[in-house]
């Protein structure tokens, strides 16, 4: 925990080199110029620290007990931020103000003139502050986002606040520095002193400015054009965040262990000195007439491929397995698939059955229900492939997709060693691993939620709100959810906004116990027309029938930036994970 909490502290230090945060700064900077000493800046670092700690920890809390509608709040901080941009300009309307804080400083106790002034200037800079800590989102690394994700579910426990102390901690300090030295800087400068009234009215109208950009919206928007343009903070702190230890500590915060995913490629070549695991604690066997073990398979190459039927990584994957499979069977080559599952459903004969006749599999395939020979291999992704000599030795291990080449080949220098004659041509089947930068695999149960948007509004009936603009990589819901360890249902009004980077966006979903669910599809605020729609959205709505992957978006090989708006028209259709595509 020792651990965690450092990098929470360290993570928000580096916040304020973040492009999401510097919309916010010239609001700091204009409320710190107009007082003395540390009492304002002090005043505004508190605010943003208390109330985004609390706001992020308990405002889907009230919105479910309250009803409450967090635009109401958020409005009320933009008020808020406006008047005080008003004030700069006009002084009658500040001096105004100024009495109405004085009053409540005497309100408190009897003071002397100082004590009132400086009450005075850490009630305006508190008041500030409370404001932005309400309507900033800053830029979430994998700590943030599972604070964020855990507070969503109702998860908040001593160690959830404290993870979030240390990081408002980090952002507090840094925070100040930059308040008061750039309120040292005006006052101590004579040119700027001199001018301190007209850059007091540039400064207000830049806040009316960034109050209305606020209102509207903009300000996201703003964010995430920054964050575009500047992409390395984003990818540094995903980085440094993404430590082992770091990642093991919020798996035990989340209160699970740590789950395999996928990974885009890794291999290796190895000697004959490694042997093959066996099959073992398989639960059905299919599309053989009995059991398989590694020593029943001696004499032959063996490819065992991990995959799971909603994994779009292994979907890609298999046309190319499947095609080695076709033409390497009559010299001696075997592939053996082990479904182990990710998800509850997935346990389901029925379901893999559908799965082994919709991507044409023709070999055996192992259900490997309780991850028994997941472990004996000590697997840790999907897909996964371990290539095995004739004489039970594994010589060639890959993870993640690509390098079909580099697989064939092997496969091919494996049946030679075998004593059979194979055709060295390749398969000239094109390779759809993504070869750019695109939106990580998404999970929307807790138990691996880690890109929730802080900004969500999770218990308001209406679906006609608007979420705004998650910053990229990251999603927000509205409406009703019961928020599961996999899987999150709709309720009333339920929506899902994601903002995407990728040219295809799939979702595993199922729908609701009795009948269908209908999902309506929003691409950039319009329904998907057929020019982007995914295979399954018809109409800009996804009929959802069945437990499987869903394809959403398609467009068509234009890798971009898109904001995805979900309506989930049937209560009790359940979301689990997103995956993306380039082409």
Not at 94 to 105: G, V
Not at 249 to 254: A, V
């Amino acid at each position: 925990m020792i651990l965690l909490l450092t990098f929470a502290f360290l993570s928000g230090l580096v916040t304020i080199l973040a492009p999401c945060i510097w919309p916010i700064l010239p609001i700091i900077l204009s409320t710190s110029i107009t007082g003395k000493g540390h009492q304002r800046p002090l005043g505004i670092t508190l605010g943003v620290m208390i109330s985004f700690a609390f706001f992020t920890l308990f405002i889907s809390t009230l919105v479910r007990l309250f009803h409450i509608d967090p635009n109401i709040l958020r409005n009320i901080a933009v008020f808020v931020i406006a008047v005080l941009g008003i004030s700069m300009i006009f002084p009658q309307f500040s001096s105004i103000l100024e009495i109405l804080i004085s009053r409540l400083s005497s309100i408190l106790g009897q003071n002397t003139q100082m004590q009132n002034t400086q009450r005075q200037d850490f009630g305006t800079g508190l008041v500030t502050g409370l404001s932005l800590g309400i309507v900033w989102s800053p830029c979430a690394g994998p700590i943030l986002a599972s604070i964020a994700a855990l507070s969503a579910t109702g998860q908040v426990t001593i160690y959830v606040v404290l993870v979030t102390f240390f990081y408002v901690l980090g952002v507090g300090i840094p925070l100040f520095i930059f308040s008061f030295a750039g309120q040292t800087l005006f006052n101590k400068t004579r040119f700027l002193s001199s001018q301190l009234g007209r850059i007091q009215q540039v400064f207000g109208v830049l806040m009316i400015l960034l109050a209305l950009a606020i209102y509207t919206h903009y300000d996201t928007y703003l964010q995430a054009q920054l964050l575009n343009a500047f992409p390395g903070f984003s990818n540094s702190l995903n980085s440094f965040e993404s430590n082992p230890q770091v990642k093991k500590q919020l798996d035990i915060l989340k209160g699970n262990m740590p789950t395999s995913t996928p990974v885009s490629n890794t291999s290796g070549l190895f000697n004959e000195d490694s042997p093959a695991p066996d099959f073992v604690g398989i639960t059905k066997w299919l599309n053989t007439d009995k059991p398989l073990s590694i020593s029943d398979l001696k004499g032959k190459v063996v490819l065992v491929d991990f995959w799971t039927y909603t994994c779009i990584n292994c979907i890609r994957t298999l046309p190319h397995v499947t095609s080695w499979y076709d033409k390497y069977k009559d010299q001696g080559f075997v592939v053996i698939g082990v479904h182990t599952p990710e998800f509850e459903f997935e346990h389901e004969t029925s379901n893999v059955e559908n799965a082994i006749k919709m991507y044409n599999i023709h070999y055996p395939v192992a259900q490997d229900n309780n991850y028994s020979t997941w472990n004996n291999y000590s697997n840790q992704y999907w897909p996964a492939e371990y290539l095995i000599d004739k004489d039970g030795n594994i010589r060639r291990t890959h993870f993640g997709e690509g390098e079909y080449d580099q697989m064939e080949m092997t496969i091919q220098a494996l049946l030679k060693e075998a004593g059979k004659k194979v055709n060295t041509t390749l398969d000239n089947m094109p390779d759809t691993t993504p070869n750019t930068n695109i939106s990580p695999e998404t999970y929307v149960g807790a138990n691996r939620m880690e890109f929730y948007f802080p900004t969500g509004t999770t218990g308001v009936t209406n679906k006609n709100f608007d979420l705004g603009n998650p910053t990229v990589n990251s999603f927000s819901l509205g409406g009703n959810w019961n928020i599961q360890d996999e899987d999150a249902v709709s309720g009333s009004g339920a929506v899902l906004v994601y903002h995407f980077y990728a040219g295809k966006v799939f979702l595993v979903l199922r729908p609701p116990t009795s009948g269908s669910g209908q999902v309506k599809v929003l691409l950039d605020g319009k329904t998907v027309g057929a020019t982007n729609a995914g295979d399954d959205a018809t109409n800009g709505v996804v009929n959802v029938d069945t437990d499987r992957l869903y394809s959403l978006i398609n467009l068509q090989g234009k890798v971009g930036d898109h904001v995805l708006r979900l309506e989930f028209e049937t209560p009790g259709t359940s979301a689990f994970a997103f995956t993306f595509g380039a082409q």
